[in-house]
T-cell receptor, first 115, second 110 residues
Framework: SAVISQKPSRDICQRGTSLTIQCQVDSQVTMMFWYRQQPGQSLTLIAT???????TYESGFVIDKFPISRPNLTFSTLTVSNMSPEDSSIYLC??????WGYGYTFGSGTRLTVV | SQQGEEDPQALSIQEGENATMNCSYKTSINNLQWYRQNSGRGLVHLIL?????REKHSGRLRVTLDTSKKSSSLLITASRAADTASYFCATVVTGNQFYFGTGTSLTVIP
């Protein structure tokens, strides 16, 4: 399975600013996913980032708030825009390996606190 | 609505005992997966069971799936202190629709 490097590992940001989270994979992967884990909650899929096309967002998540880039098969970024304290969460990128039905590898996460 | 609700929310057992966690979901699925999350670490895929399978084994792990009841269970046999973690079930409906449960926090006491 792939190895993922995600950064920053944590950040404290001011309300109204934006933070871009980077996800680097050690091999080429077709599908990359971004998740959010709010305190005490399970993981929630934000969007799927496929190279060469616009990201597909899940219900409740919009591109203006969470723009995603996927310039190549090994890299993706998620930006959390115009942040509010409600955005405080852990954000994780994930890649699918051996096809979407065979499991996923996750990054170590970015712990975001908005003050 | 969210897929995958797990119980118990927290489980504490003695080392050597078996741990059982259950997962229920609401709609038809393609497959169900179990993940482990150690504190401060990323999620680790444990096992995948497809909708046409009823039971799978992997080492000390045993997973069952009952599609008529829309439920799954994860059994960890002969638990070890290193098994202490949060365990999540994740249901895959179609394509990239991938939903995690609320998780079970397992503590194995040495």
């Amino acid at each position: 399975s792939a190895v993922i490097s995600q950064k920053p590992s944590r950040d404290i940001c001011q309300r109204g600013t934006s933070l871009t989270i980077q996800c680097q994979v050690d091999s080429q992967v077709t599908m990359m996913f971004w998740y959010r884990q709010q305190p005490g909650q399970s993981l929630t899929l934000i969007a799927t980032a496929n190279q060469g096309s616009e990201a597909t967002y899940e219900s409740g998540f919009v591109i203006d708030k969470f723009p995603i880039s996927r310039p190549n098969l090994t890299f993706s970024t998620l930006t959390v825009s115009n942040m509010s304290p409600e955005d405080s969460s852990i954000y994780l990128c994930s890649v699918g390996w051996a096809g979407w039905g065979y499991g996923y590898t996750f990054g170590s996460g970015t712990r975001l606190t908005v003050v | 609505s969210q897929q995958g609700e797990e119980d118990p929310q927290a489980l504490s057992i003695q080392e050597g005992e078996n741990a059982t966690m259950n997962c229920s979901y609401k709609t038809s699925i393609n497959n169900l997966q179990w993940y482990r999350q150690n504190s401060g670490r990323g999620l680790v895929h444990l096992i995948l069971i497809r909708s046409n399978e009823r039971e799978k084994h992997s080492g000390r792990l045993r997973v069952t799936l009952d599609t008529s009841k829309k439920s799954s269970s994860l059994l960890i046999t002969a638990s070890r202190a290193a098994d202490t973690a949060s365990y999540f079930c994740a249901t895959v409906v179609t394509g990239n629709q991938f939903y995690f449960g609320t998780g079970t926090s397992l503590t194995v006491i040495p």
